[in-house]
C-alpha cells in the first residue's frame, strides 16, 4: 500500500507539482530506515511518526526546497542523484540506531540546505511551475464551479477537503479554513458573492497521507460596475464613423439588446422629460398674461 501511496505522489508531482521531490525520489523503506532511532528527548521515547512529520515540514512543505526542485525538463534524474547524496548516507548511519530529535533536526536540515545550494545550480524550469493558482474570473451573483480533478487513478479511499483564503491569492496553508470534507471533488458557489473572493485548496487524501493540492483564485466583478463598463464601451462604439458598431464575434447579441434598449428608453424619457417641462412653462407664461390684463382694467374702473 505504502509503495501504491507513493507511485501516486509521483505521478501528482510531474502534473500537479504539490508533493516535493523527497516523496518520488527516496524510497519508503530508506524513510523508515532513517527514522528508525528517533527519539523524543522529553518523553526519551522512540517515535518514527515524528520524525516522518519532520522530514514533511523540512522537506515536503518547504518552499525554498520546493522552488530548488523546479529544474528544466529532464533534469529529474539529477535531483535525484542530489538528493539521494544526502538521505542515503544518514539512512545507513541512523539504521537501527537511537538518536535525539535534536540531532534529526540539525541534521536533516543540513541535508535540506545541501540540496538546495546543489539543486538551484540546474537549469530552471520556464513559465509557471505547479502547483499554479489558476485564476477564476466572474461576475457577482453567477455559478462558480471548481473540480479536483488529477490526470490519474486515485485510489477508493480517498477523503476531499476544500479550504478557503478569504480575498488573498496564496499557498500558505495557515491562511486557509476548512469549508467541506468529504468525498465530493466538486465544489460549487451557487451565487457568487463579493464575499466569495480569494483562493480555494481542495487536497486529496489516501488514509492519513496527502496526494495533492490544487488552488484556484476566485475574483468577482460587481454586477453594476459590469453595468456601467458596458454601457460606456457601447456609448464608445456609438461615436465610432458613421455611428457603426463594428463585428464582435465574443460579445452577445442579446446583451446588446438590452443595452441599447436601455439607452433608448433613457434618450426617450429625458426628451418627453424636457417636453413637458416646456409645454409647462408655456402654460404659465400664457395663463401670467391673461391674468395681468384683468388685473389692470380693475385698476382702471376704479
Known sequence: MCTTVLWLACVSLLFCGSLCCYQCFVDVEDSLRLCWGHVLTEDNVRNVDECFRKLDRIFNTNETVIEAGRVGEGYDKNLKEILDAEILPLAQEFDQKLNSESVYEARLQTAADNFIAAASKLPRVSGCFPPCVEEIAVIENSRSRMWCEV?????????????????????????FKEVTAGVDRL????????QHQGTYQCEIYSGARSIVRLYYYISVTPQLVVGRTELQELFDLSLLPGGQFPSMPDASPRSFQHLLLFLLTTCL??????????LGVLCWTS??????????SDEEDD
Request: aromatic share 12%; net charge negative.
Open 287 to 296: 395663463v401670467s398674461e391673461q391674468t395681468h390684463p384683468d388685473e389692470d
Open 269 to 278: 424619457t429625458t426628451s418627453m422629460l424636457l417636453l413637458f417641462f416646456s
Open 151 to 175: 490526470p490519474f487513478a486515485l485510489p477508493s479511499d480517498i477523503e476531499v477537503i476544500w479550504r478557503f483564503a478569504e480575498e488573498v491569492k496564496t499557498q500558505e496553508m495557515d491562511q
Open 187 to 194: 465544489y460549487s458557489i451557487p451565487s457568487t458573492s463579493t
